[in-house]
Structure formats: C-alpha cells, structure tokens
C-alpha cells in the first residue's frame, strides 16, 4: 500500500549513543517532515524539508539533525541520544501545491536510558 | 501567526448517539483545514480536509465537517458514534505557502457501550 513508511518502530538507547531513524514515502510528495508526539505536548516539529534539497527547523531542533536523501527518503539523526528525546517519533509527507494533506508513518517509539 | 484550539481536552459519549468535536482556529486568509484521527499505538490518519470550495465536507468513517468562517471553526460531526471511534481526534490549520499546519492539543474521545 502507498504510503510513508519509519524504521525502526521501537527503539532503546542508551544516554549518548547514536542512531538514524529512517522514513521513506512513495507518493511522489515533495514535503516530508519529522515530528515528536509527547504526552501533554502534542505534536512537536523537529525539522521539515519543504522540498528536496532543502532542510528547515522545526519548532525542537536541537539534538537532532536530518538529511533529504531524495525526493522519497527524509532521515533523522540522533547524534548524542539523551532521555529527553525519549518519545514517539512521526515521520510525515505532503503536497500542498496538489492540496494534499499530511500522510504519516505509524511512528517510531524510543527510549533513551 | 496561525492558531487552533481544541477546547475539549476529553469527550464521552454513549454508542449510538451523535458527536461534535470544536475547532476553533485563527487565521488571517483562508485557512486550509484537517481533521485527524490517531488510534492508540498507531499514526494520525487524515479524516478529511478543506482546502476550498463546498464549506461542509465529508470525510471517511462516516465523519464530516463545516467551516464556518464567520466563527474561525471547523467542528467534526458524527451522527452516530461506534465503539471503534474510540481516539484522539487532531484538527490542524495550514495555509498556503506555508509547508506547515499547525496542531491543536487533540481531544480525546471515549465511548461507552
């Protein structure tokens, strides 16, 4: 089924390991872009690409980095995990200029101990 | 800056009877509206949209919507809920140009049989 697709969909890490979490979509939508869920928080922007070849912060930037591989593929980056990324992470795609909402993937679950 | 509010942070309902989730959102054009529905443990699936035209539209599950641009709202409306709506329902604000909406809190709804 198309879609947006995350691996992994749990992950536990340890305080200061790294780990890239991966989200492809095969819908041709030219935004993609990376979200924290936390209870009480709602849905928090981590970093968007509004289009390939183009990264933006997001509304909690800090400790993550991100890469637009191309059009499909939008990862996110845990340089030095820490507990407070403990979270669930959403990878979402769009197409605003075709009046496309966002499609998410079904979310990565991570621990940092 | 664009805004939603989601007044309701719970919502109980008997199965069979009707629904109405409230959306109030703040905008200075004409905003692009969506609905969202996120089950326990999984993703946001999109319920439906509005981008222009027919201010009521019709989303899946048997849920719709009206924008009403004399109150800045977008309320969900069900006629009659099932035990499998049990969720959290998102509305969200975009705008064109603008690659990114904006969430409300979420309103979570609980049926009891």
């Known amino acids: 089924n198309a879609g947006v697709t995350q691996t992994p969909k749990f992950q536990v890490l340890k305080t200061g390991q790294s780990m890239t979490l991966q989200c492809a979509q095969d819908?041709?939508?030219?935004?993609m872009y990376w979200y924290r869920q936390d209870p009480g928080m709602g849905l928090r922007l981590i970093y968007y690409?509004?289009?390939?070849?183009?990264?933006d912060k997001g509304e909690v930037p800090n400790g993550y980095n991100v890469s637009r591989l191309n059009k499909r593929e939008f990862s996110l980056r845990l340089e030095s995990a820490a507990p407070s990324q403990t979270s669930v992470y959403f990878c979402?795609?769009?197409?605003?200029?075709?009046?496309?909402?966002?499609?998410f993937g079904s979310g990565t679950r991570l621990t940092v101990v | 800056a664009q805004s939603v509010t989601q007044p309701d942070i719970h919502i109980t309902v008997s199965e069979g009877a009707s629904l109405e989730l409230r959306c109030n959102y703040s905008?200075?054009?004409?905003?692009?509206l969506f609905w969202y529905v996120q089950s326990p443990g999984q993703g946001l699936q999109l319920l439906l949209k509005?981008?222009?035209?027919?201010?009521l539209v019709q989303g899946i599950k048997g849920f719709e919507a009206e924008f009403k641009r004399s109150q800045s709202s977008f309320n969900l409306r069900k006629p009659s809920v099932h035990w499998s709506d049990a969720a959290e329902y998102f509305c969200?604000?975009?705008?064109?140009?603008?690659?990114?909406?904006?969430f409300g809190r979420g309103t979570s709804l609980i049926v009891h049989p």
């Open positions: 979402a795609s769009s197409d605003w200029d075709r009046a496309v909402g966002y499609t």
């Open positions: 819908m041709n939508h030219n935004s």
């Open positions: 509005y981008f222009s035209g027919d201010t």
């Open positions: 905008y200075g054009a004409t905003p692009y």
């Open positions: 969200a604000v975009g705008a064109l140009g603008s690659y990114i909406p904006t």
């Open positions: 690409s509004a289009s390939e070849g183009t990264t």
